[in-house]
């Protein structure tokens, strides 16, 4: 009975130890999970959004350009540097391979190497200058160490496609597209993008008109091509992917997120889920991990969506933020925010 007992003690530890190792899983599932706040550090401008690399983020902070914050304890970020950018901070995105910061803002986007970076805060170098209005959305993706492909949209509804070789660049000539030379992709109001590059594929939210699918090439000179369309219930805002890139996952400007089957028949794209939020109206961004969802609204917070029935979405978190306005999150769910108000938020699951 002695060792019966023992072998029964011994199963219930290794069980409760188990269950304690899964603190950052993803949210879904029988267990009951919560967001925790981690920390919350005030910015020196207004948060507009980040982008996390290794133990930096990155911040664009408005009009004091980007802050570069050191995270290795997350519960304690600690300012490295501040960039003096040519333009408010208001859009940043990453290219790992090529070490290239982006910054998008009303009089432009810029390129910046990080390799010349130091935490005595030594001052980067402008590379590049993409394009001339502000930008509402920018995206890189690493084809090579060499190479990248680069999408930009603008208030003035124009997307711009470049095609980039090895830095430092003096010219944006050897690759370029624009959407205001093709009727295809005029005048659509793009205000957020996923690029599917490894599958010659773009998915662009488009405003009032709702979601495109546009396929890319880039092998030789660019060109892109409308696939297929479709019109959503609100004012398409951003569109990610879920996990096997069999649906998309468009945030509506009116709080409803809307799932979309963009394989069964790419020329005709339909609605297969939605999910409405009563009294949230402004969302933005939206990013997925696996089957869970997270997007922002701008004046309402975090929501949390679970997708793994694609035509039941079922929402289950929300954490309550005054003015965010970037997302970033981990593969472990760990969620970066940047908000106006409160700066750079991190959250975690418990």
Avoid at 215 to 238: F, H, K, P, Q, W
Wanted: negative net charge; contains cysteine; glycine residues 6%.
């Amino acid at each position: 009975m002695n060792r019966l007992t023992g072998f029964i003690l011994t199963i219930i530890i290794v069980m409760i130890a188990g269950c304690a190792q899964r603190t950052d899983n993803p949210p879904v599932g029988p267990t009951v999970y919560q967001l925790r706040l981690v920390s919350e550090t005030q910015t020196p401008g207004w948060a507009k959004d980040l982008y996390v690399h290794e133990d930096m983020v990155f911040l664009a902070d408005d009009d004091y350009g980007v802050t570069i914050w050191d995270i290795e304890d997350i519960e304690s970020p600690y300012l490295i540097t501040t960039i003096q950018t040519n333009t408010n901070a208001m859009h940043i995105t990453y290219s790992e391979q090529s070490r290239m910061l982006f910054i998008a803002g009303r009089n432009g986007t810029y390129g910046y190497s990080i390799d010349s970076l130091t935490t005595q805060g030594e001052d980067i170098y402008d590379l590049m200058f993409l394009s001339e209005y502000g930008v509402s959305a920018i995206e890189v993706y690493d084809l090579t160490e060499d190479l990248i492909i680069l999408a930009v949209t603008d208030p003035w509804e124009v997307l711009s496609v470049y095609k980039a070789f090895r830095w430092p660049i003096t010219s944006v000539d050897a690759g370029f597209w624009n959407s205001d030379n093709n009727e295809f992709l005029r005048d659509l109001g793009y205000s957020g993008l996923y690029m599917d590059i490894p599958n010659n594929l773009m998915y662009m939210a488009k405003g009032q008109l709702g979601l495109d699918i546009v396929e890319i090439n880039y092998e030789s000179v660019l060109n892109l091509n409308v696939l297929g369309s479709i019109d959503t219930y609100g004012s398409a805002r951003d569109v990610t992917l879920n996990r096997d890139k069999s649906h998309a996952i468009v945030a509506d400007y009116n709080g409803c997120i809307q799932i979309i089957d963009i394989k069964t028949d790419e020329s005709n794209p339909v609605v297969t889920g939605e999910l409405r939020i009563k009294d949230v109206a402004d969302v933005e961004t939206i990013v997925a991990i696996g089957d869970t969802v997270y997007f922002i609204d701008k004046f309402d917070g975090l929501f949390v969506v679970d997708v793994s029935e694609l035509a039941a979405p079922v929402l289950i978190a929300e954490y309550d933020a005054p003015a965010p306005t970037g997302l970033f999150v981990l593969e472990d769910h760990t969620v970066f925010i940047a908000d106006q108000d409160l700066g750079l938020i991190i959250l975690k699951w418990q």
